[in-house]
């Protein structure tokens, strides 16, 4: 039988650099994982052995196995993890309670308690880290075009004072029936930026943290940030969108979608190119504290 390693091998360079989802080049470059990390070996009495490509978590622990007595970084254990009690939701009344313990307004409540669960854990997770969370959430039974989760924001267009903000949780998605399956596949077709449970609320939560340091064009067609302006559907460059395509494919959409999955990533632990973050920053996204600091200007 050949070793994952001989089968890789003998792969052509294509097929090697299919192996790995975008998601991981970061992992690939900085030299923690390598590209036979992702042979995995599917063992079947019926079907034979036979080697696929594996997700970046079988990768991450191929690459465990592989330099055995070093090291690797526990991305885990460097951030801040529930220090803020969630308790057992099994009712609607045990959700309502939290929501209000920590300040959120839910309206259209909807969904089911294993939902409420997830979504109570993401807001937790994200107050211990940063100390804050958008005040609004709102249910939503029909999925748009199988979003799982969405932030909205309604401005005034004469005065430009906020008429309404809001996360809101599309209920009936697929997502929320059976998460982890789900979010296994979209991560590993390098959709999204991080494996995290939380990752689609967090996602929101970085569109909710942008929008505090933005200017929207009230027609909705593009944002200011320090002075400059710059288009909600384009990244104006081929460089650009290769440098947000590092991220993850969702990232490389448009430039609000870079900032709010380089943020979910960021909390989850991930740490990017220098070319990443430069275009982060460029584009006002927000502090993390597991990276650098940075100064803000006052504004
Ligand atoms: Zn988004």
Do not use: C
């Not at 923690?32 to 992702?38: A, T, V, W």
């Amino acid at each position: 039988m050949q070793t994952g390693r001989q089968w890789f091998d003998a792969q052509p360079d294509a097929v090697k650099r299919q192996m790995v989802p975008v998601s991981a080049y970061d992992d690939l470059a900085a030299g923690r994982l390598r590209l036979d990390d992702f042979v995995h070996l599917d063992r079947n009495d019926r079907w034979g052995d036979r080697y696929r490509q594996g997700s970046i978590t079988q990768a991450k622990e191929a690459a465990k196995k592989r330099v055995a007595g070093v090291t690797l970084p526990q991305v885990a254990e460097v951030q801040p993890r529930r220090f803020v009690a969630v308790p057992q939701i099994t009712s609607r009344k045990d959700a309502e309670q939290y929501f209000t313990s920590i300040g959120v307004t839910v309206e259209n409540w909807g969904g089911a308690k294993e939902t409420w669960q997830l979504v109570a854990n993401a807001y937790a997770d994200e107050l211990t880290a940063t100390g804050s969370v958008p005040g609004n959430l709102r249910f939503k039974a029909g999925s748009n075009k199988g979003d799982v989760a969405a932030y909205a924001r309604s401005v005034n267009t004469s005065t430009g004072d906020l008429i309404s903000e809001y996360v809101r949780i599309y209920s009936n998605s697929t997502y929320w029936k059976d998460p982890d399956s789900v979010r296994k596949q979209i991560v590993d077709n390098g959709f999204w930026s991080s494996e995290d449970p939380n990752h689609p609320i967090v996602h929101e939560f970085g569109h909710w943290r942008h929008a505090q340091v933005i200017t929207q064009d009230k027609f909705g067609f593009g944002f200011k940030y320090d002075g400059q302006v710059f288009s909600n559907k384009s990244f104006g460059s081929t460089a650009r969108r290769v440098t947000a395509q590092k991220v993850s494919r969702y990232g490389a959409t448009s430039p609000p979608e870079f900032i709010a999955e380089t943020y979910a990533g960021l909390r989850s632990g991930n740490t990017y190119d220098q070319d990443v973050m430069d275009l982060y920053r460029l584009y006002g996204g927000p502090e993390v504290k597991q990276s650098e600091p940075r100064k803000r200007k006052a504004s």
